[in-house]
């Protein structure tokens, strides 16, 4: 993490020393007491559940060395030795994000966004740069206003390039984040009918995507997935230099091929340069393989060497939740992709599903698909009319909106169909439900926590590898 002066810290923040010395150094900065480091900062940030300003004492604790604040505290010997006064805490954690990024001496800052696979291309397009260059990349899922200026101030000092994934929950806050990492190259991996209670239209999905293009500089790279329209008319807002990729004839990195199958993972081939490229994923689905394929597009824009690239990206695993393959008792074989869920992502596992031939049958479990507005219940029986198709043996469905699935797959002749209110109901017997060879599908949004339902599963067959 950058070491910064308190005086370069009020500087950054836009704010007013209320106490400390401005020469001290501080190296560590966070917004939760529970994780805060001895000598670090903390911002007091007001929030629609609770109060920063109520925890600077426990901050002190902590062993902070300073706080960001609203407001004096209320008693002075209870708050850390430095206070640093903000008219708002949260656009004052903004400035300071924005601080380091125009400070930091990085070769390529990347930024990506997109409404599906923005985590796990991040993960990859990391991998590949590490071949020969120190990356500092978003940890876990800090992508938001509050995540982004978190991982920009956890930049390391030894870092060389900056890879930052942008999320969004509606309109404007992908220019906030554009505005503020400022990227050399910009990549949008794909447009989808996601966040639909917030959006009103996929237009509507595509224009907020599409703010990283209409911000960025005009000699920054835009990254262009040629196969989604969406995100061709997106970049399009953007005059400078692109770099390609897709199945269309100029793209820069030509799509070949796709080996669609969860194990041992999805195999991409691609023609770069005047050579054909396989690479051999750890990580299953078609999904991951586009995912893959828009990383190493994110290389080549970043001048890095693609085919080492794609060879460090072989040794990337899936990460917990987003198609983490068990092998359980019974030859149960069992993919968590219990992160999140949406319309199209469940529509591509399902396609991975249907080209899977397992022992046993394909079984579905699916949470509830959140944030879909006035579409949720349609988008929910959409659902259970594409599990035929996709050769689902048995369905079990947990919540409400995925009893619509439910009662919809039953009418369409799914063999077996089961129905929970909850995620811990569901994992309480699940284990019971499952026959021997099954390929069970774990899916569904984070607020339905099916992270429990694979735990069951893990604890009950026990796990072989």
């Known amino acids: 993490m950058p070491e910064l002066r308190l005086a370069e810290l009020v500087e950054g923040t836009g704010g007013n020393l209320l106490r400390g010395d401005p020469d001290s150094v501080v190296s560590s900065y966070g917004i939760d007491t529970r994780r805060l480091k001895p000598g670090g900062v903390f911002f007091a940030l007001k929030g629609t559940r609770t109060d920063g300003h109520r925890f600077v004492a426990e901050a002190a604790r902590a062993g902070a060395a ?3 604040v609203e407001r004096e505290p209320d008693d002075l010997g209870q708050a850390p030795p430095a206070l640093i006064k903000v008219e708002d805490a949260v656009a004052a954690l903004g400035h300071c994000g924005s601080w380091v990024r125009r400070s930091a001496r990085i070769e390529k800052w990347i930024a990506m966004t997109g409404s599906t696979g923005k985590t796990t291309t991040k993960e990859l397009t990391a991998a590949g740069l590490a071949v020969n260059r120190r990356v500092h990349r978003t940890p876990g899922n800090l992508n938001n206003q509050l995540g982004v200026p978190l991982t920009l101030l956890g930049l390391p000092g030894d870092a060389e390039m900056a890879v930052i994934e942008l999320a969004t929950s509606g309109p ?19 447009i989808r009918t996601v966040h639909m209670k917030t959006f009103q239209s996929i237009d509507d999905v595509a224009a907020a995507k599409g703010e990283l293009f209409g911000l960025m500089r005009d000699d ?25 990729f897709g199945q269309h004839v100029s793209a820069d990195l030509r799509l070949e091929g796709i080996e669609n199958r969860f194990v041992p993972g999805a195999v991409l081939s691609f023609h770069y340069q ?30 890095g060497d693609v085919r080492a690239a794609a ?41 991975t599903l249907r080209l899977s031939e397992p022992n046993g049958r394909r079984v579905l479990i699916m949470g509830d698909m ?19 198709a996709a050769g689902i043996g048995m369905l079990v469905a947990v919540g409400t909106l ?29 284990g019971k439900l499952l026959g021997d060879g099954d390929l ?6 984070r607020g339905t926590h099916m992270g429990r339902v694979v735990r069951a599963l893990i604890a009950g067959p026990g796990e072989s590898h």
């Open 370 to 388: 959140l944030e879909l507005g006035p579409m949720k219940e349609a988008l929910h029986r959409e659902a259970g009319r594409r599990l035929g």
């Open 66 to 68: 300073a706080a960001v």
């Open 440 to 445: 069970v599908l774990v899916k569904g949004s």
């Open 220 to 244: 920054a790279v835009a990254v262009v997935n040629l196969d989604d329209v969406n995100v061709r008319v997106q970049a399009t807002r953007h005059v400078g230099p692109r770099v390609t």
């Open 172 to 190: 404007g806050e992908i220019a906030e984040l554009t505005r503020m990492t400022d990227p050399d190259i910009g990549l949008v991996t794909n």
């Open 274 to 303: 005047g050579e054909s490229i396989r690479v051999q994923l750890r990580i299953g689905g078609g999904h991951a393989a586009s995912n893959a394929l828009a990383a190493l597009a994110t290389v080549a824009a970043a001048g």
């Open 402 to 430: 995925a009893q619509e699935t439910a009662e919809t797959a039953r009418r369409t002749g799914i063999d077996e169909v089961h129905h929970y209110p909850d995620s811990a109901r569901c994992a309480e017997s699940i």
């Open 311 to 351: 060879a460090a990206m072989e040794q990337v695993e899936a990460g917990v939740g987003r198609g983490q393959v068990h092998r359980l008792a019974r030859n149960i074989l069992l993919v968590d992709d219990s992160y999140n869920s949406s319309p199209p992502a469940l529509a591509s596992v399902l396609e």
